[in-house]
């Protein structure tokens, strides 16, 4: 069986409500683009290809089921429930990159003399739908380029991977990116053992990618944050690889708040240290990982543990929900469904001036 955390056939879309995983798997229905921007926004669905999917099929499933908008009126709606979406949660660039493709491409579309208000919106269904299929595929691909890259560097038969947060099915159309790599090393019998960590505050590395590597059998052990220098040292780590949610132009990568840690504890340990991610998440469109806008998440999610204070009252709470790892720190490269590259590559690489060895 496989784990899905999105179904959708045509008019009906139910996300897995992820707040709830390990303990309840519960599918909640998603009816309109508010409906969309609130499971974003809460967290519901999170991972930055599944945001964008979300996102995108809550408009699908609302332009089915909704009333019928003729010609402009279909153009701005669309137009202005994207606008909407991307709000939702500003640092992952996969939702802002859907929704300005299809933008342009609803508008260009509504231009054809032969496009009726009918076509128009199975077109725009259509371009929305053939986003859960492109990501299973470009993911699977990162699982294999990664995987090969990584037994490329070392003499041994078997591997073994520390990684972070959520980066698998639940965070993705299916197969994941970080987690897909994983994946693919242990279906060719080359992975020996996965270290995942527990990702405060918000706890994505133990309450969902344990869920995910106990339920396909992987061979896996989770370890606290504060454990990761120490793993490396003594649980011969032969590679970190991470997801990501926008790769900028340099190669500097925003993900989950800790990223940046272990890229410097691994450089120390002289272990490569991977970037997973599809084009999709690259934005040629800044220069370095100053310019990304980190999302700082409520207090509450770092004082309190399903709905119980933990912290002291009265202490202050900082809570970005991301951080930015330098280029310099991706020792290992950044697997695309491209291939694998070095950060000073990238740019050349998704404009179609370098391809992967």
């Not at 009918?118 to 259509?126: D, F």
């Not at 990584?150 to 159309?173: W, Y």
């Not at 900082?318 to 310099?328: E, K, L, Q, S, Y």
């Amino acid at each position: 069986m496989t784990l899905e955390a999105i179904r959708y056939r045509a008019g009906s879309l139910q996300i897995l409500n992820q707040l709830l995983l390990p303990h309840q798997s519960v599918f909640e229905n998603i009816k309109t683009v508010q409906d969309g921007w609130e499971a974003i926004r809460s967290m519901k669905v999170r991972g930055a290809p599944a945001i964008a999917i979300v996102g995108c099929l809550s408009l699908a499933v609302e332009l089915q089921g909704g009333p019928q908008r003729e010609g402009e009126e279909l153009v701005a709606f669309v137009r202005e429930s994207l606008e909407h979406l991307v709000t939702a949660r500003p640092t992952a660039v996969n939702l802002g990159k859907a929704a300005a493709e299809l933008t342009e491409y609803t508008e260009q579309r509504s231009q054809e003399p032969e496009c009726t208000t009918e076509r128009l919106q199975e077109s725009v269904i259509g371009w929305i739908e053939a986003m859960l299929e492109r990501d299973v595929s470009d993911n699977r691909k990162i699982g294999n380029f990664g995987a090969q890259h990584i037994l490329s560097g070392v003499s041994k038969e078997q591997v073994t991977i520390l990684t972070h947060c959520n980066t698998g099915s639940l965070a993705t159309a299916g197969y994941g990116t970080a987690l897909g790599v994983v994946r693919s090393l242990h279906a060719m019998g080359r992975l020996a053992h996965v270290f995942c960590t527990e990702t405060r505050p918000y706890n994505q590395g133990s309450r969902l990618t344990a869920y995910e590597l106990v339920f396909e059998k992987i061979p896996s052990t989770l370890i606290a944050d504060s454990m990761a220098s120490i793993a490396m040292r003594e649980k011969g780590i032969s590679a970190v690889v991470v997801g990501a949610d926008r790769v900028v132009a340099n190669g500097d990568t925003a993900n989950k708040v800790g990223t940046y840690q272990l890229a410097i504890v691994a450089k120390h340990h002289g272990i490569p240290f991977y970037v997973a991610a599809p084009s999709t998440s690259c934005d040629l469109s800044l220069e370095s990982g100053r310019e990304i806008v980190i999302e700082e998440r409520p207090a509450q999610e770092l004082s309190d543990i399903n709905g119980e204070r933990i912290a002291a009252p009265g202490i202050n709470v900082w809570n970005p929900a991301f951080d930015v790892t330098p280029h310099d720190l991706i020792t290992g490269g950044i697997i695309t469904e491209l291939g694998v590259f070095l950060p000073s590559e990238l740019q050349a690489a998704l404009t179609g001036r370098l391809t992967a060895l």
